[in-house]
Protein backbone atom coordinates (compact mmCIF):
# COMPACT_ATOMS: atom_id res chain seq x y z
CA UNK A 1 0.00 0.00 0.00
CA UNK A 2 2.81 1.98 1.20
CA UNK A 3 4.60 1.53 -2.02
CA UNK A 4 1.63 2.23 -4.11
CA UNK A 5 1.00 5.46 -2.64
CA UNK A 6 4.51 6.26 -3.06
CA UNK A 7 4.11 5.71 -7.09
CA UNK A 8 1.11 8.28 -6.98
CA UNK A 9 3.51 11.08 -5.68
CA UNK A 10 6.18 10.58 -8.28
CA UNK A 11 3.74 10.41 -10.95
CA UNK A 12 2.14 13.57 -9.95
CA UNK A 13 5.68 14.88 -9.57
CA UNK A 14 6.59 14.42 -12.55
CA UNK A 15 3.25 15.51 -14.48
CA UNK A 16 3.93 18.78 -12.60
CA UNK A 17 7.27 19.30 -13.74
CA UNK A 18 7.10 18.11 -17.74
CA UNK A 19 4.24 20.89 -17.48
CA UNK A 20 5.36 23.59 -20.26
CA UNK A 21 7.00 26.73 -19.28
CA UNK A 22 4.61 28.57 -21.61
CA UNK A 23 1.65 27.03 -20.25
CA UNK A 24 3.10 28.21 -16.77
CA UNK A 25 3.60 31.89 -18.18
CA UNK A 26 0.51 32.06 -19.49
CA UNK A 27 -1.70 31.16 -16.52
CA UNK A 28 0.71 33.26 -14.67
CA UNK A 29 -0.27 36.45 -16.68
CA UNK A 30 -4.26 35.58 -17.23
CA UNK A 31 -3.71 35.91 -12.86
CA UNK A 32 -1.65 39.01 -12.67
CA UNK A 33 -4.03 40.55 -15.69
CA UNK A 34 -7.09 39.58 -13.35
CA UNK A 35 -5.54 41.12 -9.81
CA UNK A 36 -5.13 43.98 -12.06
CA UNK A 37 -8.78 44.55 -13.83
CA UNK A 38 -9.67 43.48 -10.00
CA UNK A 39 -7.47 46.44 -8.97
CA UNK A 40 -8.47 49.24 -11.16
CA UNK A 41 -4.84 49.10 -12.40
CA UNK A 42 -3.99 50.98 -16.20
CA UNK A 43 -2.53 47.56 -17.51
CA UNK A 44 -5.57 46.22 -17.14
CA UNK A 45 -6.57 44.36 -20.53
CA UNK A 46 -10.44 42.96 -19.89
CA UNK A 47 -10.62 41.32 -23.28
CA UNK A 48 -8.29 38.66 -21.89
CA UNK A 49 -10.94 38.23 -19.24
CA UNK A 50 -13.47 35.52 -19.02
CA UNK A 51 -17.45 36.28 -18.70
CA UNK A 52 -17.17 35.53 -14.93
CA UNK A 53 -14.05 37.62 -14.29
CA UNK A 54 -15.24 40.09 -16.30
CA UNK A 55 -18.51 40.12 -13.79
CA UNK A 56 -16.30 39.99 -10.55
CA UNK A 57 -14.35 43.10 -11.78
CA UNK A 58 -17.03 45.12 -12.71
CA UNK A 59 -18.44 44.17 -9.11
CA UNK A 60 -14.68 45.07 -7.35
CA UNK A 61 -14.78 48.50 -9.78
CA UNK A 62 -18.42 49.24 -8.54
CA UNK A 63 -17.03 48.59 -4.46
CA UNK A 64 -14.09 51.02 -4.98
CA UNK A 65 -16.15 53.35 -6.53
CA UNK A 66 -18.72 53.21 -3.58
CA UNK A 67 -16.10 53.71 -1.11
CA UNK A 68 -14.39 56.72 -3.31
CA UNK A 69 -17.89 58.17 -3.22
CA UNK A 70 -18.58 57.45 1.14
CA UNK A 71 -15.20 59.54 1.22
CA UNK A 72 -16.30 62.46 -1.10
CA UNK A 73 -13.36 61.99 -3.14
CA UNK A 74 -13.34 63.54 -6.58
CA UNK A 75 -12.98 60.66 -8.39
CA UNK A 76 -16.41 59.38 -7.09
CA UNK A 77 -18.63 58.86 -10.07
CA UNK A 78 -22.61 59.00 -8.50
CA UNK A 79 -24.25 58.45 -11.99
CA UNK A 80 -22.79 54.61 -11.18
CA UNK A 81 -24.43 54.18 -7.93
CA UNK A 82 -27.62 52.50 -7.17
CA UNK A 83 -30.73 54.64 -5.83
CA UNK A 84 -30.19 52.99 -2.83
CA UNK A 85 -27.06 53.07 -2.98
CA UNK A 86 -27.18 57.13 -3.47
CA UNK A 87 -29.64 57.42 -0.64
CA UNK A 88 -27.28 56.04 1.91
CA UNK A 89 -24.37 57.84 0.60
CA UNK A 90 -26.48 61.26 0.96
CA UNK A 91 -27.50 60.54 4.24
CA UNK A 92 -23.86 59.31 5.16
CA UNK A 93 -22.19 62.62 3.82
CA UNK A 94 -24.56 64.95 5.84
CA UNK A 95 -23.96 63.14 8.69
CA UNK A 96 -20.39 63.39 8.36
CA UNK A 97 -20.89 67.59 7.39
CA UNK A 98 -22.86 67.85 10.60
CA UNK A 99 -20.39 65.75 12.59
CA UNK A 100 -17.07 68.17 11.30
CA UNK A 101 -19.11 71.61 11.83
CA UNK A 102 -20.06 70.60 15.22
CA UNK A 103 -16.12 69.48 16.24
CA UNK A 104 -15.12 72.35 14.67
CA UNK A 105 -12.02 70.22 13.09
CA UNK A 106 -12.03 70.31 9.32
CA UNK A 107 -14.27 71.82 6.50
CA UNK A 108 -17.77 72.95 7.53
CA UNK A 109 -20.11 73.16 4.84
CA UNK A 110 -23.04 75.36 6.52
CA UNK A 111 -24.82 75.48 2.96
CA UNK A 112 -25.74 71.42 3.96
CA UNK A 113 -27.03 72.37 6.97
CA UNK A 114 -30.63 72.03 8.28
CA UNK A 115 -31.92 75.70 10.27
CA UNK A 116 -31.76 73.62 13.07
CA UNK A 117 -28.23 72.07 12.63
CA UNK A 118 -27.15 75.51 11.79
CA UNK A 119 -28.75 76.87 15.20
CA UNK A 120 -26.68 73.73 17.05
CA UNK A 121 -23.07 74.34 14.79
CA UNK A 122 -23.35 78.31 15.62
CA UNK A 123 -23.53 77.94 19.28
CA UNK A 124 -20.68 74.74 19.06
CA UNK A 125 -18.81 77.06 17.13
CA UNK A 126 -19.45 80.24 20.33
CA UNK A 127 -18.69 77.64 22.71
CA UNK A 128 -15.33 76.50 20.67
CA UNK A 129 -14.46 80.07 20.17
CA UNK A 130 -14.93 80.35 24.10
CA UNK A 131 -12.27 77.37 24.74
CA UNK A 132 -9.51 78.94 22.45
CA UNK A 133 -9.78 82.29 23.99
CA UNK A 134 -9.16 80.33 27.16
CA UNK A 135 -6.67 78.51 26.32
CA UNK A 136 -4.70 81.29 24.38
CA UNK A 137 -5.18 79.86 21.44
CA UNK A 138 -4.62 82.27 18.55
CA UNK A 139 -7.42 81.45 17.04
CA UNK A 140 -9.34 82.95 19.64
CA UNK A 141 -12.23 86.14 18.61
CA UNK A 142 -12.29 88.09 21.24
CA UNK A 143 -15.16 90.03 19.15
CA UNK A 144 -17.34 87.34 19.92
CA UNK A 145 -17.15 87.12 23.26
CA UNK A 146 -19.75 88.57 25.89
CA UNK A 147 -18.90 90.62 28.61
CA UNK A 148 -18.95 88.07 31.07
CA UNK A 149 -17.23 85.61 28.99
CA UNK A 150 -14.60 87.91 28.34
CA UNK A 151 -13.62 88.52 31.68
CA UNK A 152 -13.27 84.94 31.87
CA UNK A 153 -10.66 84.85 29.71
CA UNK A 154 -9.12 87.16 31.38
CA UNK A 155 -9.21 85.02 34.84
CA UNK A 156 -8.01 82.48 32.67
CA UNK A 157 -5.00 83.97 31.18
CA UNK A 158 -4.01 85.20 34.51
CA UNK A 159 -4.37 81.35 35.85
CA UNK A 160 -1.86 80.29 32.85
CA UNK A 161 0.67 83.11 32.94
CA UNK A 162 1.28 82.12 36.97
CA UNK A 163 1.26 78.46 36.12
CA UNK A 164 3.97 79.51 33.06
CA UNK A 165 5.97 81.34 35.67
CA UNK A 166 5.74 78.59 38.55
CA UNK A 167 6.82 75.81 36.11
CA UNK A 168 9.58 78.32 35.00
CA UNK A 169 8.53 78.49 31.38
CA UNK A 170 9.44 81.08 28.83
CA UNK A 171 6.06 82.54 28.34
CA UNK A 172 6.27 83.68 31.95
CA UNK A 173 5.19 87.40 32.40
CA UNK A 174 6.48 88.98 35.50
CA UNK A 175 4.59 92.00 35.04
CA UNK A 176 1.52 90.32 35.37
CA UNK A 177 1.50 88.56 38.48
CA UNK A 178 0.18 90.16 41.69
CA UNK A 179 1.90 90.64 45.43
CA UNK A 180 1.32 87.60 46.63
CA UNK A 181 1.88 85.12 42.79
CA UNK A 182 5.51 86.90 42.79
CA UNK A 183 6.45 85.73 46.32
CA UNK A 184 5.00 82.05 45.48
CA UNK A 185 6.42 82.49 42.18
CA UNK A 186 9.95 83.53 43.50
CA UNK A 187 9.84 80.58 46.01
CA UNK A 188 9.33 78.33 43.07
CA UNK A 189 12.38 79.71 41.55
CA UNK A 190 14.41 79.74 44.31
CA UNK A 191 13.72 75.88 45.05
CA UNK A 192 14.15 74.99 40.77
CA UNK A 193 17.09 76.75 41.12
CA UNK A 194 18.59 75.09 44.21
CA UNK A 195 17.88 71.78 42.86
CA UNK A 196 19.00 72.68 39.61
CA UNK A 197 22.80 73.84 41.55
CA UNK A 198 22.68 70.49 43.62
CA UNK A 199 22.10 67.37 41.00
CA UNK A 200 23.63 69.46 38.20
CA UNK A 201 21.31 69.74 36.04
CA UNK A 202 19.71 73.02 34.18
CA UNK A 203 21.00 76.52 34.94
CA UNK A 204 22.89 77.27 37.96
CA UNK A 205 22.97 80.38 39.84
CA UNK A 206 24.99 80.19 42.72
CA UNK A 207 24.38 83.90 43.32
CA UNK A 208 20.69 83.05 44.46
CA UNK A 209 21.84 80.38 46.94
CA UNK A 210 21.89 80.66 50.68
CA UNK A 211 25.33 79.83 52.24
CA UNK A 212 23.85 76.43 53.46
CA UNK A 213 22.62 75.90 49.84
CA UNK A 214 26.05 77.10 48.69
CA UNK A 215 28.51 75.19 50.61
CA UNK A 216 26.13 71.71 49.74
CA UNK A 217 26.06 72.67 46.24
CA UNK A 218 30.25 72.76 46.32
CA UNK A 219 30.31 69.57 48.15
CA UNK A 220 27.93 67.95 45.81
CA UNK A 221 30.23 69.32 42.94
CA UNK A 222 33.25 68.18 44.25
CA UNK A 223 31.93 64.77 44.42
CA UNK A 224 30.44 64.90 40.66
CA UNK A 225 34.09 66.30 39.54
CA UNK A 226 35.77 63.29 41.23
CA UNK A 227 33.09 61.04 40.64
CA UNK A 228 34.22 62.02 36.41
CA UNK A 229 37.85 61.63 37.48
CA UNK A 230 37.49 57.98 38.41
CA UNK A 231 35.40 57.18 35.38
CA UNK A 232 37.77 58.81 33.23
CA UNK A 233 35.18 61.14 32.16
CA UNK A 234 36.42 64.26 29.90
CA UNK A 235 34.81 66.61 32.26
CA UNK A 236 36.68 65.74 34.13
CA UNK A 237 38.92 68.62 35.99
CA UNK A 238 41.31 68.10 37.92
CA UNK A 239 42.90 71.60 39.34
CA UNK A 240 39.32 71.10 41.70
CA UNK A 241 40.58 68.06 43.30
CA UNK A 242 41.29 68.20 46.89
CA UNK A 243 44.83 66.95 47.75
CA UNK A 244 43.15 63.93 49.58
CA UNK A 245 41.45 63.26 46.46
CA UNK A 246 44.08 64.05 44.11
CA UNK A 247 46.40 60.90 46.56
CA UNK A 248 42.95 58.67 46.19
CA UNK A 249 42.43 58.68 42.77
CA UNK A 250 45.83 58.02 42.14
CA UNK A 251 46.17 55.00 44.18
CA UNK A 252 43.08 53.92 41.98
CA UNK A 253 44.39 54.79 38.48
CA UNK A 254 47.70 52.71 39.56
CA UNK A 255 45.85 49.98 40.74
CA UNK A 256 43.18 49.94 37.50
CA UNK A 257 46.84 50.53 35.40
CA UNK A 258 48.50 47.50 37.42
CA UNK A 259 44.96 45.23 36.99
CA UNK A 260 45.08 45.87 33.13
CA UNK A 261 48.82 44.89 32.79
CA UNK A 262 48.43 42.05 34.87
CA UNK A 263 45.10 40.70 33.20
CA UNK A 264 45.70 41.94 29.55
CA UNK A 265 42.39 43.94 29.46
CA UNK A 266 42.31 47.73 29.19
CA UNK A 267 44.92 50.45 28.23
CA UNK A 268 48.38 49.53 30.17
CA UNK A 269 51.37 51.85 30.58
CA UNK A 270 54.19 49.90 32.18
CA UNK A 271 56.24 52.59 32.96
CA UNK A 272 53.74 53.30 35.41
CA UNK A 273 54.56 50.38 37.40
CA UNK A 274 57.03 49.42 40.12
CA UNK A 275 59.87 46.85 39.69
CA UNK A 276 58.06 44.02 41.53
CA UNK A 277 54.55 44.70 39.70
CA UNK A 278 56.67 44.30 36.13
CA UNK A 279 58.39 41.12 37.65
CA UNK A 280 54.63 39.72 38.17
CA UNK A 281 53.03 40.00 35.11
CA UNK A 282 53.32 37.21 32.41
CA UNK A 283 55.35 37.67 29.23
Not at 202 to 215: N, V
Not at 244 to 261: D, G, I, M, P, T
Request: aromatic share 4%.
Amino acid sequence: MKRKILKSLWMLLACTTLLHPDALAQSSGKEQNLFACNNGFGSCDRSQLSASERTQSDLAERQRNLVDCRNDWESCDRSRLTPQESTALSLALHQHNFATCMDGWGACDHARLSPQEARAVEVAEHQHNVKDCENGSPSCDRSRLTAFEARNVILAGRRRNLEDCTDGLPSCDHSGLSRPEALSVAASEHERNKSNCLDGWGPCDHAGLTRSESDETVRNERQRNLDACRSGHPSCDYSTLTTAQASQLAVAEHQRNYKACLEGFGYCDRSLLTAAERQAIPR
